[in-house]
């Protein structure tokens, strides 16, 4: 059974950071790729950043520059430092991690999520 357990959110004012983390069960090796989604009210769930397991990272345009993430494999945990957080930061964050099968859809495994809300 794979868990993905998010935490460190919370309330920040604009211009502060937060770390997000991520731990997840089992031996991370075994997964291909990481990732840090968000959803706002009212909007879809959209990648904010990216890990592959060779090392290649991807962020969405709107936090270049200002996120970054990182996983250590010894400890099992995925990352994402936020800084300059801005108000449209504010959305639910969610650990993703993913299996990539040489046939067949891959195994997609989610966190429960974590709350950041920026205020202005």
């Known amino acids: 059974q794979v868990q993905l357990v998010e935490s460190g959110g919370g309330l920040v004012q604009a211009g502060g950071s937060l770390r997000l983390s991520c731990a997840a069960s089992?031996?991370?090796?075994?997964?291909?790729?990481f990732g840090w989604y968000r959803q706002a009210p009212g909007n879809e769930r959209e990648l904010v950043a990216s890990?592959?397991?060779?090392?290649?990272?991807n962020y969405a345009e709107s936090v270049k520059g200002r996120f970054t993430i990182a996983r250590e494999n010894a400890k099992n945990t995925l990352y994402l430092q936020m800084n300059s957080l801005l108000p449209e930061d504010t959305a639910v964050y969610y650990c993703k991690a993913v299996r990539v099968r040489a046939v067949g859809p891959n195994d997609d495994y989610w966190g429960q999520g974590t709350q950041v809300t920026v205020s202005s």
């Open positions: 089992g031996n991370t090796f075994s997964f291909d790729i």
């Open positions: 890990i592959y397991r060779g090392g290649r990272i």
